[in-house]
């Protein structure tokens, strides 16, 4: 049986993986993407292949890809509040995939194209999605809320086509629409979702709301009760899987809520450490192999300190 550590104990943690050794589907690029949680997340879901799996924030539904592209679970249903997110969920999985990728692939990318597509905002649902997508594209770390800024000099000075890749968009899209039938997309309430099936046993939960810290400056719909969720989320009789960022309230109302919780180590793309929290009802299918040895992390710790 794995003993719970404090979350406050700094001898103990998960440890993220590389993302870049993580097979990747979203071709959206998102500000606290959930790419790292993948062998997590497989671990968790692997022996649930009979279940449905509801992310009730897609966002970039990283996980939930993950699980119907590779068979994890029997259905993914994908929930999104924000309405351009939805109509790119929806343009690809309810039959527009190929529309969308030869826009992308025959896009020609300058600067005034991009504005003139930006600035449409009477377009149809897939309009919305290339739109979306070239604005997640050319926007610093992916953030598509309100005054967020454009990615400057880039990857070797190309500016802000420095994250326009076609093909890999192309491939990821269609990869997706592959596995359409066992997807489905709602445009609604995360809270709303839940309570519908908070009682189905065979029904499995992972929420990646937006966080207590950054999650206003980076998403249009942010706004959460974060002590609410937790409350309904108690209820929820099938599994669950949860992660937040490492603040004080979060820890009380996981507390409050008997769930259980580990701390996963991550370094940010300026090379800053930090914790996010992993938080579940049960997390004993967590294996040594997610564990940083307290010698390594200690010693991890003392080059971060200087001592």
Same mark, same amino acid.
């Given at each position: ?9 700094? &001898? ?9 050794? @993580? ?16 062998? $997590? #997340? ?39 509040? &924000? ?6 969920? !929806? ?16 896009? &020609?990318? %300058?600067?005034?194209?991009?504005? +003139? ?19 997640? +594209?050319?926007? +610093?770390?992916?953030? @598509? #809320?309100?005054?967020?800024?454009? @990615? ?26 592959? !596995? ?6 709602? !445009?609604?309430?995360?809270? &709303? ?9 065979? @029904?499995?939960? $992972?929420?990646?709301?937006?966080? %207590? ?16 969720? $937790?409350?309904? #989320? ?24 008997? $769930? ?33 040895? #307290?010698?390594?992390?200690? +010693?991890?710790?003392?080059?971060? %300190?200087? %001592?």
């Amino acid at each position: 049986m794995m003993i719970q550590q404090s979350l406050f104990d700094e &001898d103990i943690v998960l440890k993220a993986p590389n993302v870049s050794k @993580v097979p990747q589907y979203s071709p959206l690029r998102y500000p606290g993407g959930k790419t790292w949680l993948y062998p $997590f #997340a497989k671990r968790w879901l692997i022996n649930n292949k009979d279940n449905i799996l509801i992310e009730p924030f897609a966002g970039g539904a990283s996980i939930g890809l993950a699980a119907a592209i590779e068979g994890w679970v029997k259905r993914v249903i994908l929930v999104e509040k &924000d309405a351009d997110v939805f109509s790119l969920w !929806h343009t690809i999985i309810e039959g527009d995939a190929e529309w969308l990728t030869d826009k992308i692939i025959h896009f &020609d990318f %300058t600067e005034g194209n991009v504005n +003139r597509v930006l600035a449409g905002t009477n377009g149809t649902p897939r309009d919305k999605a290339f739109a979306l997508i070239l604005n997640n +594209r050319i926007s +610093r770390s992916g953030i @598509v #809320a309100p005054g967020a800024g454009r @990615v400057r000099h880039g990857e070797n000075g190309k500016g802000i086509k420095s994250r326009w890749y076609p093909q890999t968009l192309q491939r990821r899209i269609l990869t997706i629409a592959r !596995h359409k039938e066992k997807i489905s997309v709602i !445009h609604g309430d995360a809270t &709303d979702m839940i309570h519908q099936h908070i009682h189905d046993k065979d @029904v499995l939960f $992972f929420m990646d709301p937006p966080y %207590t810290k950054a999650g206003k400056r980076l998403y249009p719909h942010s706004e959460i009760d974060h002590e609410r969720l $937790f409350a309904s #989320a108690a209820c929820i009789k099938g599994g669950l899987l949860m992660t937040y960022d490492h603040a004080e309230e979060i820890v009380r109302f996981a507390h409050k809520n008997g $769930f259980r919780y580990e701390k996963i180590l991550m370094q940010t793309a300026h090379h800053l450490r930090k914790y996010e929290l992993l938080i579940g009802k049960d997390l004993s299918w967590l294996s040594s192999q997610f564990r940083l040895s #307290a010698v390594r992390h200690r +010693r991890e710790a003392e080059l971060r %300190t200087g %001592t």
